[in-house]
């Protein structure tokens, strides 16, 4: 196929793709897949440099900037008022009927989700800037930030000149993702999802906007009313035709009553969502009402937030669990069961030692436990009136609940109490750093379960024996069947050609997150060799990393310890570089061969099908003594029957699953067969 051909039809396929996991959430195919489309387009993208657009799926992440300007916003945007009762909801209404001398109804009932408010200006269907609300009056332009944020276009069908409305926020997904890297790394999590969403779309480096995967629901067009859209519910339903992400459970109501209903309804489901909310905005939806009634000095008259009471409320702290992490011991409190935004929570957390001193936090105490915005729960204080003297002080723990040994207690630069299990054999610590490698280096299949069942069962003794693991030694566990195990080793070869920043940042070594991590691979040109020659004053040339973080690198890879496991990933790791170039001979690695795809897999038909045209095989419906490979699906057993299958024992045509046709499309086919 022509290249430029070629490359249109990636870009199609990509952008579908991103708007199905981004926007609707109904992912087609897997990461994994999405990233082979990707390096493909990639690839093409570099041999024919003069074919880049910048509205190509990878042109999201550009160069860091050193500031940000400021620009003043074409249509001021404005703050909305804030309302806490459904009392003050009818006064609204009551208000703006008088004002209009007429119902106000229909109104449209939205999320008010909690991040970043933004403005996105579109100009002949391409996106053209990013700006923050700032002031209302003028903003910084973000514009790098926000083309890496997915669920936002980067082109639309219309060539309308627009400044489209919506809030950047962060999924609590991800935030739960990067706080657990956090804490592992010894860092300071980010307290909730909308600090993290402010510092990161104020960050400089795009990459780093790129790697916290920020979000946008859009919800208006400054300019709707001139546009000549009459409603605003029409508004919504156009953004939704281009391609952006609304929140979808907006509503239009007629009356009081649904308005409350809809405040209810949202109040009993807003802990499922992965998205932070504070409340419920209500909008005028006549365009030209809306017009009439105006503004004040600070907030349109036809808008009102209804704001959700804080999520609070107190409960018997019953005892405090000590969790053996890969740098630290951290207390997590048990309380007795209570409603929570929307969810019953039995733990929340206790952050650390220091902070129980402060707070005086004792077992048996009543506490507030607080969740607004954030993921785990935390205890506020304790409700000191209510004490009895039957309270005891919480003391930090003598010996590691997992492998009984001493603990290790004493004060960081910063003067706060670390609490540590030295033992390098102990268990809770090797379980958290598999865990962390197998997270990192993205091993699938694989849980922590997994993890204590190979520890228990004395399998797996250090995280290189991890890279070991075969397929016998893996079904000879419970409740492990042999197409597990298979799709387990070959996941954990697969992860050999990981890029190195990813590696770096499995090793788990302090401070050293996934942000540093690729600095330094950028930096070491992706030598693993290279990066384990690295020397502190090396590593301090590198933007962003300091003597701390240095130390703690050469630090790790100096200590004996970690020798053998160093060794082991010398020899297992292979780099993205294989699989990059068999990509690049992808378009014709099928070709010729017919492919007659039945039974259950674990993809629908249709896209296996699509895969196997996408290399350039073909797909038929028969077996044929001119087929070439029966697929049958992986969860189908060996007592599937169908004619298919007989005709192809028949004539000796070999049986695959799709496991091995992914396996083999990373691969090249030697001499018909699939290799393995
Ligand atoms: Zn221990």
């Known amino acids: 196929m022509d290249p430029a051909a070629r490359l249109e039809e990636l870009r199609r396929i990509i952008r579908h793709h991103e708007r199905q996991y981004f926007v609707l959430a109904t992912p087609e195919i897997s990461d994994r897949q999405f990233d082979e489309l990707m390096a493909e387009l990639q690839s093409i993208e570099k041999q024919h440099p003069e074919l880049v657009t910048p509205d190509s799926p990878t042109q999201r992440v550009g160069e860091a900037v050193t500031s940000f300007n400021t620009v003043k916003h074409r249509v001021p945007m404005m703050s909305i008022e804030n309302s806490y009762s459904t009392g003050d909801i009818v006064d609204w209404l009551n208000r703006l009927e008088k004002a209009a001398g007429t119902s106000v109804f229909p109104v449209v009932a939205e999320l008010k989700i909690d991040g970043v408010s933004g403005s996105f200006t579109y100009r002949d269907g391409m996106l053209h800037s990013g700006t923050t609300r700032g002031n209302g009056i003028e903003g910084d332009v973000i514009t790098e930030n926000v083309r890496t944020i997915r669920s936002l276009p980067l082109s639309i069908a219309s060539n309308l000149d627009i400044d489209v409305r919506g809030e950047i926020y962060t999924p609590r997904s991800m935030l739960e993702t990067l706080n657990q890297q956090r804490v592992a790394n010894g860092e300071e999590p980010f307290k909730n999802c909308r600090n993290l969403t402010a510092g990161t779309i104020k960050s400089l480096d795009p990459a780093v906007a790129a790697q916290r995967g920020l979000q946008v629901m859009v919800y208006g067009i400054a300019q709707a009313a001139e546009l000549g859209f009459k409603m605003h519910s029409e508004v919504l339903a156009f953004l939704a ?16 009553e649904e308005i409350s209903g809809f405040i209810e309804q949202i109040a009993n489901s807003r802990g499922k969502f992965d998205f932070d909310i ?25 808008a009102i937030a209804y704001k959700y009471p804080q999520e609070r409320a107190t409960a018997r702290l019953l005892r405090v669990e000590w969790q053996t992490g890969r740098s630290q011991l951290t207390p997590v409190a048990h309380i007795e069961p209570v409603e929570l935004g929307g969810t019953t929570v039995a733990r929340a957390s206790l952050h650390n030692i220091d902070q129980i001193t402060e707070k005086d936090i004792r077992l048996g105490d009543l506490v507030i436990v607080e969740k607004a915005g954030y993921i785990i729960p935390y205890i506020v204080a304790p409700v000191k009136e209510k004490r009895d003297g039957s309270e005891q002080t919480i003391a930090a723990p003598h010996v590691c609940p997992v492998c009984q040994q001493p603990v290790k207690i004493d004060k960081d630069e910063n003067a706060a109490t670390q609490i540590r299990c030295d033992n390098p054999a102990c268990q809770g610590v090797l379980a958290r750093r598999i865990i962390h490698f197998i997270t990192q280096l993205e091993i699938e299949n694989f849980g922590p ?6 520890i228990d069962k004395e399998q797996v003794q250090n995280v290189e024996d991890i890279l070991k693991l075969g397929r016998l030694q893996l079904s000879a566990l419970e409740r492990m069947g042999e197409k597990s195990a298979e799709k387990i080793v070959s996941g954990i070869s697969a992860a050999a050609q990981q890029p190195l920043a990813k590696l770096i940042s499995a090793l788990g070594i302090n401070n050293v997150g996934v942000v540093v991590s690729e600095k330094i691979a950028a930096w070491y040109k992706q030598s693993f060799a290279a990066f384990l020659e690295a020397k502190d004053e090396e590593l301090v040339k590198i933007d962003g990393i300091k003597d701390k973080v240095a130390g703690s690198i050469t630090e790790f890879l100096r200590n004996p310890d970690n020798g053998q496991l160093i060794e082991s990933l010398r020899g297992w790791w292979q780099g993205p570089g294989s699989a990059q170039l068999a990509l690049m001979n992808a378009g014709s690695q099928l070709a010729g061969k017919t492919f007659v795809v039945t039974g259950e897999a674990t993809l629908p038909r249709r896209q296996i099908e699509e895969q196997i045209k996408m290399h350039g095989g073909n797909v038929k419906s028969s077996v044929s003594p001119k087929t070439d490979f029966l697929l049958i699906g992986s969860l189908e057993n060996d007592s599937f029957v169908s004619n298919k299958k007989s005709r192809a024992i028949e004539l000796k045509i070999p049986i695959i699953d799709e496991f091995e046709l992914a396996r083999t499309l990373e691969k090249k086919i030697e001499n018909g067969k699939f290799s393995n």
């Open 241 to 256: 035709k281009q391609g952006f992400k609304l929140n979808q459970a907006w509503q239009s109501c007629s009356s009081c």
């Open 449 to 454: 379960q997994l993890v204590d069942q190979l």
């Open 278 to 302: 504070d409340g419920i905005v209500i909008k005028v939806d006549n365009l030209s009402l809306q017009a009439e009634l105006g503004s004040t000095n600070k907030a349109p008259r036809w």
